[in-house]
């Protein structure tokens, strides 16, 4: 070759990879590569109205992981460590989305998150831009999973399982006590979980003999429910159905022990009271009593309580059902990762469509996903008694007698 065409040659060469790394910097690091650890992204809302619970559901992702590596890691990727790309969606779906994006770019080969309904439709649809796979911890809305979206799976139940199987709960102690109960007020959150919860029971309940006397809605956050107690007082309802996130619920029920409105059973549907040891532990005087058809573990699977010992450990930790939920999601997508020996977000999808892992601690059976729901997901019904949280039904979980009607 002479000179000239050694130059040209050169030329062509430095081109030709020029080129190529510009392409390849438009594309995802999981692309670029298939070794190191497997990102994957805990997306939560961390701050704003929703912090909280997104600190919680955080915290169980991130024990999942700790847990997951220090056993090994990903054994068929010859121990490949999961590495958590930490998103805070400042509970806003479209702040969810951007950290989606930025997720996309920095490779993650899933999503775990993001809690609240709203955020996960929004994040849920974002990820499908990109095909990664989105695992719903908590977000009940239905419409999450109604869409066709190959990429996401919830393995919690909906709204729609949680609302009918606390109907049927709820039918099951008034009859039982020769129906006390025979009037319903309604009071939620005003975003996708708290009125789709709300919709449902109220077109439900005249049903199975219920009057829904009415149903009021709140914004997110309230600092103030006085006038939503002073309407209660009027309507004197049998039954409150509260529906709403932790620091509304604690504060409407404070209000209502303020304010002398006791009806016979506040009765929650994906509310709080009976479902988060916070709040027993720090508002015992209205907690006594309460009760909450919610996610919960099988309180006679021993896994469980050495999770919550861990949890109730930590300085200002809380073992609640966002932890829980998170901590399994993650187990969940290890092992969708381990079977499908790879990274990639396809095999990943393919994989979690597929699974039957039971390794889990929850009321569900083995998993098995259609249409992105996981059909054997179900509530359990609490009650909080002698400064405790005891599931009540069904039978087969239950820890002690429901305490129905509270007040005589």
Known sequence: MSTRNRREFLKRSAAVTAAAATGLAGF??????????????????????????GGLSRLG???????????????????AKIEAVLGDAQSNPAVGVSEVEKMNQQGVSAVVGAYASAICLATTQAAAKYNIPHLVDVGVADQIVERGLKNTFRFAPGYRTVSQDAMKYL??????????????????????????TANLLARELPGMGYEVKEVMKHANPTRDFNNIVLRMKAVNPDIVIPANYYNEYALLVRTMKQQGVAPK????????????????????DVANGIIDCNHWYNPKDKRAAVLRKKV???KGQFFT??????????????????????????????ALSNSTWDKHFMPYGPTK???????GAQPLM????KGDIKVVLPNTYAESEPVFPWKA
């Open 265 to 284: 059973a506040i009765f929650s549907v994906l509310g709080g009271g009976a479902s988060s040891f916070k709040f027993v532990k720090e508002f015992p």
């Open 321 to 350: 059902y966002e932890v829980f939920l998170n901590y399994q999601c993650v187990y969940l997508l290890a092992d969708a990762i381990e079977r499908a020996r790879s990274r990639d977000r396809a095999a990943i999808i393919e």
């Open 61 to 79: 992702a991130q024990i999942a992981i700790d847990e997951i590596n220090a056993a090994g890691g990903i054994k068929s990727l010859g121990g």
């Open 171 to 196: 039918h099951i102690m008034n009859t039982l006590a020769r129906k006390p109960a025979r009037t319903v007020m309604i009071i939620h959150e005003e975003s996708l979980f708290g009125t789709g």
């Open 312 to 314: 109730d450990a930590m």
């Open 382 to 385: 609490m009650q909080v008694l």
């Open 369 to 375: 996903f259609v249409n992105g729901q996981n059909q």
């Open 28 to 53: 995802p690091a999981i692309v670029r590569g298939q070794t190191g650890p497997i990102r994957i992204g805990v997306l939560h809302p961390v701050t704003g109205a929703l912090a909280y619970s």
